[in-house]
């Protein structure tokens, strides 16, 4: 299991809240917006993530190490509608 602590449910306003030590803020790469998940009678805590987030930095890994070709050197059509009906 990763690092614990101890903390106290405090009340904001109508609602309640927890102080998250900088700590388990950084380790769990916590920014402004979270995701709270129920799950088995307990709290999960999640970084809002982006969909394609860091593709970009993968992709240029990919091109860095050659491996961002295509697997098949040609593109063989089971019809003809490529070439009668696209324009090129």
């Given at each position: 299991?990763?690092?614990?602590?101890?903390?106290r449910i405090?009340?904001?306003g109508?609602s309640r809240?927890?102080?998250?030590?900088?700590?388990?803020?950084?380790?769990?790469?916590?920014?402004?917006d979270v995701?709270?998940?129920?799950?088995?009678?307990q709290?999960v805590?999640?970084?809002?993530?982006?969909?394609?987030?860091?593709?970009?930095?993968?992709?240029a890994?990919m091109?860095?190490?050659?491996?961002?070709k295509?697997?098949d050197?040609?593109?063989v059509?089971?019809?003809?509608?490529?070439?009668?009906?696209?324009?090129?």
């Amino acid at each position: 299991m990763g690092t614990c602590t101890k903390t106290r449910i405090v009340k904001i306003g109508n609602s309640r809240g927890i102080r998250i030590p900088k700590l388990l803020l950084d380790q769990a790469e916590l920014g402004d917006d979270v995701e709270i998940e129920l799950r088995e009678g307990q709290l999960v805590v999640r970084p809002v993530r982006l969909p394609r987030q860091g593709w970009d930095a993968k992709y240029a890994e990919m091109a860095r190490l050659g491996d961002d070709k295509l697997l098949d050197p040609e593109i063989v059509s089971l019809s003809s509608w490529d070439n009668d009906e696209w324009g090129w």
